[in-house]
């Protein structure tokens, strides 16, 4: 199915942030839209060139505001995703949520943790229907452990007969 529905994400920083954008482009696909993954440096350019329907930007100050007034004028819809949510203090959450900003810019902020959900209402005044607490895939993986019974061996094959013991046979024989 082609899609004329188009959602940019911005992913500042691959190791952090790629898996969790990767989860989110694939939602996107199936709700009908044509995802792609943008990094620091090929978000803007696309911008200038394409009109989108979803903006995901990892940080508020990804681009511009002058850039975000323009996008918001082509009804493109812009959320935030919080990337650094488990620390929960006010100076390293004031650090990505700046007093000098117009939050009504954006449509949605996608966050964490009921911690930066409160501190948002309190402190930005961003209407609670705007903020979306989801979670985090990296802090989320912490709390469990996964076991995994693995019964199937592997061999290697070599012309050495000492490393090839994977189904248990004496070391020399025929």
């Known amino acids: 199915m082609i899609s004329n529905k188009t959602a940019i994400i ?24 044509r995802t792609y993954l943008t990094s620091r440096f090929s978000t803007k350019k696309i911008l200038k060139f394409f009109t989108v329907d979803l903006l995901f930007l990892s940080h508020i100050n990804s681009l511009e505001k ?17 990337v650094e949510g488990h620390l929960r203090w006010n100076e390293a959450i004031e650090s990505y949520f700046p007093k000098d900003f117009d939050y009504s ?7 964490w ?7 948002l209402i309190k402190n930005k005044k961003i209407k ?17 452990k996964i076991k995994k019974n693995y019964q199937k061996k592997v061999g290697i094959v070599s012309r ?7 189904d248990n046979r004496p070391l020399f024989s025929t």
């Open 10 to 33: 911005h992913t500042d920083t691959l190791k952090r942030e790629f898996f969790g954008n990767w989860i989110l482009s694939k939602k996107l696909s199936i709700l009908g839209f």
């Open 160 to 166: 050495f007969e000492y490393i090839n013991v994977f």
């Open 105 to 111: 810019l954006f449509n949605g902020v996608i966050l």
């Open 66 to 82: 002058d850039l975000i007034v323009k996008i918001k004028r082509k009804k493109t819809k812009i959320f935030i995703i919080e």
């Open 128 to 144: 609670k229907e705007k903020i979306h607490v989801v979670g985090s895939l990296r802090t989320f993986s912490l709390n469990f």
């Open 113 to 119: 943790n009921q911690w930066s959900k409160d501190w």
